[in-house]
């Protein structure tokens, strides 16, 4: 019988490059042929970016069938050859490749290469239809990557253009072979939904139900309720996506899995928004201004873990009363406004009908567990030899997706029959402990047992390991963690066989490849950590892993190397979080407070302040004795928040109490940051001293310079041009402004160039030098969206707007005035006065053409931030602003 080709796809159309190489040899090599490849806007086709848990050979099988080009890199390795096999996965994805394929063959300097890939590469030499050339650097690898696909796209535009005018003369020659042009994914297709790993089977009943209930509007809140792996997740995915559209003003999925702490349930929906906290205004106020007449539908996931927050989100929806509620959990809220919703298992075959294959494929489980057999063993199918032990099968795990998706996976192994056999003499002993856990619940954690058992020692005890990890996890934090233990350099090969076996699911996170476990999972896992008396050995080696990243990373976060870093830190946060709870949790206080500051920057541009001082406090609250340092650091971003919000004199005696125990440690870059803060708060405090003020900032500008910190340096030059505003004096804050943005421009610091940029064009704005101040307000907006920095952009917008406005271009000011306005929402300063100096520009365009200036502030409010910027800003730069939003 011919076996069944796994179908995988790119998440989108794009023509799709297949790139073949030993994964460990050329590491640096495919990351380099990968970033040519989609500066081309093309689609890399790579092992470690698929969707599992298909075998190895059936993955790139998939791949090479459903793929454009072939790559091949090649250095010394020949790879390995699996048992059963005469040739490696090198060697045969090349002999797999379809012989029409356009090959191109890189193939590294080298005098000591494997007999056999010396082999290979001769019979590629020989091969007609490959083009070949040999390379030295990962950097020239990239420049001939890009050559060659250039050209070769050319040639095929050429071939389909003669193709298409052939079939328009009635030629029948055959198009089918021609790929498809390279495009870009639309500016706006980027959406808070993740991506789902596969079709939903059954459920359609419930899932319908489910929409119907949101769309009736008559509950606010909506919970889906159901033990561990019946699918409650995976279901309210599925009812997003339906009902989407149903609202208006959009729909955002919140992952609550990592979020122990019930007051940090307002932060994390918050960021989910695209809203930062950075102090200024509470979060619960930002809330209500983001969502004021918003229709819009929250999905909050695993709400179980943070249950007592029950009370912030009734208090949520009295703020936002357009909004809707999906919630998953595992326990009733018991709130008002909630309607329940349980969620059973999937429907199995009637015992009391002849299982027929017609009878039992009607059966939900038995479709699930027959396409995720079929994923990891393309020959299995339903046939009348085996339908009624599927069947079987289906009803021993009570129709739990997760449970019949975890013994699916086995089929690898295992025939029906085998698995049938060992899930009825395992499971009944597995599932009298707990005894008092729901049937299911029991059947579930029983099936995850099994398959754990079925693991090898090594495998086994890698998979309670990971359980330390947040959400996604990175190879290379795998591997940080493996010192003494049983896996220890085999994380690779370990994580392999969990992806195989559905324990842990690996994907793509921003352009890098990382893993995942199911909750359910890890919540067993972790259990077994427990039990093995290693949890907290494991725990301590993760916070200290990312708190050493925490110090190799801040540095980066001051200069040319911002963003890398900033990406970087944004694919661990959640990781960084845990790092950091366990650090505090465990009172190891020093260590966590060096962890927040290093990360300053970090928690600054992503808005995590709110989160940051929950820890701070809990660590100033505890009864320990703190060391000074670490007292100072608790206690500054404590301060940071009143700084904002109820600047004081007490608020200046905490700062100055914190600069002393910096000095004392000898800490000038800290004693500095703290000075300005100082300042900053002193400022605003009526008839305080600001030439103490100005003194604090100029020893603070010294102790930057010193240690070359010209992100600090920057951002207190602009602090001494506020002060300068405040004393009447533009032209020397106009003067400060620009020494900042000097600063900041010659340390390539994006963060501090959009800071600078702002106060440089605003205050030009201001003094009517309007064609001075458009290239400032454009330039701090793009660098404010390449940033991917909603508040900063905001900035840039209204300044523009306000330009539109002087020059009488009504329609264009009213759609970037309600474009701004919208980012303000989001970024929570859209109520603050100091931030709508734009709005007495536009009052006499309002006055004159009311209708025409609602309508342009209405389209300004509908129009995503992606093309907002291609409206705003110069063709040069247009294009990588709207990625940087499109990206969010």
């Known amino acids: 019988m011919a076996t069944a080709r796994a179908a995988i796809r790119t998440p989108d159309q794009r023509l799709r490059v297949f790139v073949s190489s030993t994964l460990r040899e050329l590491e640096p090599e495919r990351k380099a042929a990968r970033a040519a490849i989609e500066r081309l806007r093309l689609a890399p086709v790579m092992f470690e970016l698929g969707a599992r848990p298909h075998p190895p050979r059936s993955l790139y099988r998939a791949y090479l069938d459903q793929s454009d080009v072939f790559i091949g890199l090649y250095w010394e390795r020949y790879g390995w050859v699996a048992p059963g096999e005469e040739v490696s996965g090198l060697e045969d994805e090349y002999n797999l490749a379809d012989p029409e394929m356009p090959r191109l063959i890189y193939i590294k300097s080298s005098q000591k290469r494997d007999d056999r890939l010396r082999e290979l590469l001769d019979r590629i030499r020989a091969d007609d239809n490959a083009a070949y050339v040999s390379f030295d650097s990962d950097e020239e690898l990239a420049e001939l990557i890009t050559a060659d696909l250039s050209t070769l796209l050319a040639e095929r535009f050429d071939e389909s253009r003669q193709r298409h005018r052939a079939a328009d003369a009635g030629d029948e020659t055959d198009a089918s072979r021609v790929p498809p042009a390279a495009a870009s994914a639309p500016l706006d297709a980027a959406r808070p939904i993740p991506p789902t790993p596969s079709p939903l089977i059954g459920r359609d009943r419930e899932a319908s139900e489910v929409v119907s209930l949101l769309r009736q509007g008559n509950d606010r809140i909506v919970t889906l309720v159901g033990p561990g792996g019946v699918g409650k997740s995976r279901l309210a995915l599925e009812v997003l996506e339906r009902a989407r559209h149903d609202f208006a003003d959009g729909a955002v999925f919140v992952p609550l899995e990592n979020v122990l702490e019930p007051n940090l349930l307002l932060p994390t929906i918050a960021y989910a928004l695209g809203v930062r906290d950075t102090g200024e205004v509470s979060i619960e106020e930002r809330l209500a201004i983001v969502l004021a007449g918003k229709r819009m539908l929250l999905v909050l ?4 873990q943070i249950i007592d927050a029950g009370a912030t989100l009734v208090r949520l929806y009295s703020i936002a009363p357009s909004t809707s509620f999906l919630v998953t959990s595992r326990t009733v809220l018991r709130v008002r406004g909630e309607r329940v919703y349980e969620l059973p298992g ?17 059966s939900e489980a038995v479709q699930l567990f027959a396409a995720r057999a079929s994923a990891v063993r393309p020959d299995f199918a339903l046939d009348e030899a085996n339908a009624d032990t599927v069947a079987r099968i289906c009803a021993t795990l009570q129709g739990l997706p997760l449970a019949i998706e975890l013994a699916a996976a086995r089929m690898r192994v295992l025939t029906p029959h085998s698995m049938l056999e060992r899930l009825d003499r395992q499971l009944p002993l597995l599932v009298g402990a707990p005894r008092d856990a729901p049937e299911r619940q029991r059947t579930l954690r029983s099936t995850i047992e099994w398959s754990t058992n079925l693991l090898g020692d090594r495998d086994r005890a890698l998979l309670f390991d990971l359980s330390v990890f947040s959400l996604q996890f990175t190879l290379d934090a795998v591997e940080a963690l493996g010192a003494g233990r049983a896996w220890e350099g085999a994380a690779l090969e370990g994580l392999d066989a969990l992806i195989d076996s559905s324990l842990v699911r690996q994907h793509e996170s ?22 093995s008396g290693d949890e907290q050995a494991m725990r301590s080696a993760h916070a200290i892993h990312y708190l050493e990243l925490a110090r190799k990373l801040g540095p980066a976060l001051k200069g040319a190397r911002q963003v890398e870093a900033l990406t970087r830190l944004e694919r661990e946060r959640s990781n960084l979080r845990s790092a950091v709870r366990h650090l505090v949790y465990t009172g190891r206080y020093d260590e966590a407070t060096d962890f927040a500051w290093n990360l300053l920057v970090f928690w600054w541009i992503g808005g995590f302040f709110g989160e940051v001082r929950v820890w701070m406090q809990e660590i100033l609250d505890s009864a320990t004795e703190l060391s000074p340092r670490a007292s100072a650091i608790a206690r500054f971003y404590v301060l940071w928040m009143c700084m904002w919000q109820s600047a004081d004199s007490d608020v200046v005696a905490g700062f100055e109490d914190v600069r002393k125990a910096f000095e004392a440690d000898g800490d000038e870059d800290s004693t500095a940051v703290v000075l300005g803060c100082t300042a900053m708060t002193r400022a605003q405090i009526e008839g305080a001293d600001r030439d103490l003020a100005r003194s604090e900032l100029a020893r603070a500008i010294d102790l930057f310079q010193r240690n070359g910190d010209g992100w600090g340096e920057a951002v207190a030059w602009v602090t001494v041009g506020r002060l300068d505003m405040l004393d009447g004096d533009n032209d020397a804050a106009l003067e400060h402004y620009r020494r900042g943005a ?10 501090a160039i959009t800071i600078t940029e702002h106060h440089v064009a605003r205050l030009l704005l201001f003094q009517n030098r309007v064609e001075e101040a458009e290239p400032a307000f454009a330039d701090a907006a793009y660098v404010s969206a390449t940033l991917g920095h909603l508040e900063g952009a905001a900035y840039g917008i209204e300044g523009l707007c306000a330009i539109a406005a002087l020059r009488g271009q009504a329609e264009r000011a009213g759609v970037l005035a309600g474009a701004a306005q919208e980012m303000r929402k989001k970024s929570g300063m859209y109520d603050a006065a100091a931030f709508v100096y734009h709005d007495a520009y536009l009052e ?28 705003a800003l110069p063709p040069d730069k247009q294009e990588a602003a709207s990625a940087g939003f499109s990206r969010k």
């Open 346 to 362: 999937l429907s199995v075959a009637d015992e009391t009908i002849e299982a027929t294959v017609e009878s039992v494929r009607a």
């Open 301 to 304: 996931d695993n709400f179980e």
């Open 844 to 871: 006499p365009l309002r006055k004159a053409f009311p209708e025409l200036m609602h309508a342009a502030e209405e389209r300004g409010r509908r129009t995503p931030p992606a093309e907002v910027m291609r409206l």
């Open 742 to 751: 000097e600063v900041s421009q010659r340390m390539q610091d994006a963060f």
């Open 510 to 531: 921003d352009g890098y490849p990382s893993y995942s476990m199911l909750a359910t999972v890890r919540e067993f896992a972790l259990e077994k950590l427990h039990e």
